[in-house]
């Protein structure tokens, strides 16, 4: 019911212009005083546009009272427009946002529950075709109806057309599959943990990159999580119950007032951090744009991010770190980064996150485009920014005098863990029988 609730109002919202000019030639507000201008939107929506009422009593009988009157408004207006289908009243500012329209529906297999396999399987016995892993970017823009394909750069993704609703569907219900946006699913992705490694999620809510964290560690190890809003904590435990997440200490609290000397966090080698932002990369799925942030919204932003960064480098066994944000602009992404490394001379280090991603940082400065970018027109993704730190060991170079390339490191999702240096293998002699 919720559901369908959501879809009512949001359609609502989309024929607005349009309701609003039926209910001032019908004079529907003037006849029925005591109706308010939004619910007149709704039960005219549902009547004319919709499945039919599914309101009862007076609402109902009001509707239909003045069913007739809003009909004849309805033809004059399609006659006036000369058009012969409601959906072309709609204004072309009301059109379905292009951007949202073109990212596609990206399903995570969550593997603590079953396998991509299994869930290829489970799709095409609902009549899905499956047409094998993704060559390019531009192969997954031609997906249309109940056709699916295996993402190109990460292992347990799945890619359907942009409309496809899943909400219903029995794996997500039962958390065998996550709706998560590809970019979202690269932090976990390239942080590089181990099964059994000790991991902070700072700022964890509502909780789809730490069930993505836990089922890389395969539910070995420890994450600590940490969000200040008590409703997305409630929130977030529902999910990861419902992800079968195990192994994970969720806490009500500032991740800048954790203490990184207390002991619990001795064992701490990763940090994932993905803090507040403007979330100027976010593309919605209906129609208009959100105001963009002032330049006193984006500095004080900035501030609370190299904060927060810094202090998440301060943890005495970190390893390796991912700091993103679903924030487009400099300010929010190469800025603190740049700011914080200088900060830390040569304790810390850009590594090269994903060599062969075709978007990367923008050149802010000497090194910036070890970081990478995402965005809805290059990679088919929300916009979003990833950056990825290690800590310098002895003689390691300075973050500017990194090669470019990790260079042709093995692939995340290859072999080895994303970003981490392939090691020797010893040779083994063979016996031959």
């Not at 012969?84 to 990206?106: F, G, H």
């Not at 969000?227 to 409630?234: E, G």
């Not at 806490?251 to 100027?280: E, M, N, W």
């Not at 390339?405 to 083994?428: D, I, V, Y």
């Amino acid at each position: 019911h919720v559901r369908q609730l959501y879809a009512l109002v949001s359609e609502t919202l989309r024929y607005a212009s349009v309701l609003e000019k039926l209910l001032d030639g019908a004079a529907l507000l003037q006849a029925e005083k005591k109706l308010a201008p939004q619910l007149a939107k709704v039960l005219v929506y549902d009547l004319l546009f919709g499945q039919g009422l599914k309101c009862g009593g007076r609402w109902k009988a009001l509707a239909r009272r003045h069913r007739a009157r809003l009909e004849a408004e309805l033809a004059r207006m399609k006659v006036r427009q000369k058009v012969s289908r409601n959906e072309d009243l709609l204004a072309p500012e009301k059109a379905v946002n292009t951007a949202a329209s073109q990212v596609p529906r990206y399903v995570r297999v969550n593997t603590l529950k079953t396998c991509v396999d299994d869930v290829i399987d489970f799709f095409k016995r609902q009549g899905y075709a499956y047409l094998g892993k993704a060559a390019s970017v531009e192969e997954l823009k031609t997906l249309s109806g109940k056709k699916f394909f295996l993402d190109l750069h990460l292992p347990e993704l799945l890619v359907f057309p942009s409309q496809t609703d899943f909400h219903d569907n029995l794996l997500y219900t039962s958390g065998h599959i996550i709706l998560q946006d590809k970019a979202s699913c690269l932090p976990a992705f390239l942080l590089g943990a181990v099964p059994g490694s000790h991991v902070i999620d700072a700022c964890a809510a509502p909780g789809n990159k730490t069930s993505h964290l836990a089922a890389i560690l395969k539910n070995k190890g420890q994450i600590f999580a940490f969000d200040v809003d008590p409703k997305r904590i409630a929130t977030m435990n529902t999910l990861l119950t419902r992800a079968g997440v195990t192994g994970c200490q969720l806490a009500q609290q500032d991740f800048l007032t954790v203490d990184p000397r207390d002991p619990k966090y001795s064992r701490v080698t990763h940090i994932l951090l993905d803090p507040s932002c403007s979330g100027s990369g976010m593309v919605t799925r209906g129609p208009g744009e959100e105001v963009p942030p002032s330049a006193e919204r984006l500095q004080a932003l900035a501030g609370f991010q190299r904060r927060v960064l810094n202090h998440a480098l301060s943890f005495p066994a970190l390893q390796r770190l991912v700091y993103s944000t679903c924030s487009l602009h400099q300010e929010e992404n190469e800025h603190v980064v740049q700011a914080v490394l200088q900060e830390w001379g040569s304790a810390f280090r850009l590594v090269t996150a994903f060599p062969s991603w075709p978007c990367r940082g923008l050149a802010a400065f000497s090194g910036a485009e070890s970081c990478l970018r995402a965005s809805p027109a290059e990679t088919l993704t929300h916009g979003f920014f990833v950056a990825v730190l290690e800590q310098c060991k002895e003689g390691a170079a300075a973050p500017s005098s990194l090669p470019a390339a990790a260079k042709e490191n093995p692939q995340p999702g290859e072999g080895t863990e994303p970003g981490a240096t392939p090691k020797k293998r010893k040779k083994k002699k063979q016996k031959m029988k």
